[in-house]
């Protein structure tokens, strides 16, 4: 939710490019879209935050929480899926997709991997309940979501520019650097400030098998 003010305002800087971004990603509800995934998105990071925390601190995952969340990650990928439908319809570029191009590939990718799989796979509460698969579907909801952020200002904005962006090493090893210090910071704090209850803490799941 407070992510309102920068994804929508990210989304409208690409609202000037409407000759530009390729018509799969373009839409005048760029704004919207940006937002409504950044809440499913947002909802798999929590996921994915608290099992790296369970890992890293010896933790266990709140599943009483993180169950729950998981159907409102639900929700806003499946609302977010239809305005895509729905923007690609307007645009005519079903053709697009089904002439299976570079541009309907990255496409395919990013709204199966960052939509359909986890919204099919966290609308079953057997899945959903259960901490692989939940972490899985968490995994694959940013990861689409991250797919759809590079889709939007590289590839759908390859073939107006007439050339093939490559990251070069120095901006990956700066964005792995950026992810790392906040991971540190994190680490830091957790262990300095006792953000965690002090104790052992034992797995609920893991009780009820041994019980």
Not at 89 to 108: D, K, P, T, W
């Amino acid at each position: 939710i407070l992510s309102s003010l920068h994804q929508s305002s990210l989304g409208t800087v690409y609202l000037i490019v409407p000759s530009k971004l390729h018509p799969l990603w373009y839409s005048p509800m760029l704004p919207l879209h940006f937002y409504i995934s950044a809440i499913g998105a947002g909802i798999g990071m929590v996921v994915l935050e608290s099992y790296l925390s369970k890992r890293a601190f010896g933790r266990h995952l709140e599943m009483d929480l993180l169950e729950p969340l998981a159907r409102g990650m639900v929700v806003a990928l499946g609302i977010y899926g239809l305005m895509r439908v729905q923007a690609i319809y307007r645009n005519h570029a079903f053709g697009s997709i089904l002439e299976f191009g570079y541009e309907g590939r990255m496409f395919l990718l990013e709204i199966v991997m960052g939509v359909i799989l986890p919204v099919v796979l966290m609308s079953f509460r057997k899945l959903r309940s259960h901490p692989d698969w939940l972490v899985g579907g968490a995994f694959l909801a940013v990861m689409g979501f991250v797919m759809n952020r590079l889709n939007v200002s590289i590839t759908g904005m390859e073939a107006a520019s007439g050339i093939r962006y490559i990251p070069s090493a120095m901006e990956i090893i700066i964005s792995v650097g950026l992810v790392a210090t906040g991971m540190a910071v994190f680490a830091f704090a957790v262990r300095t400030l006792h953000i965690f209850p002090e104790g052992p803490v034992t797995d609920p799941q893991e009780s009820e098998e041994g019980a």
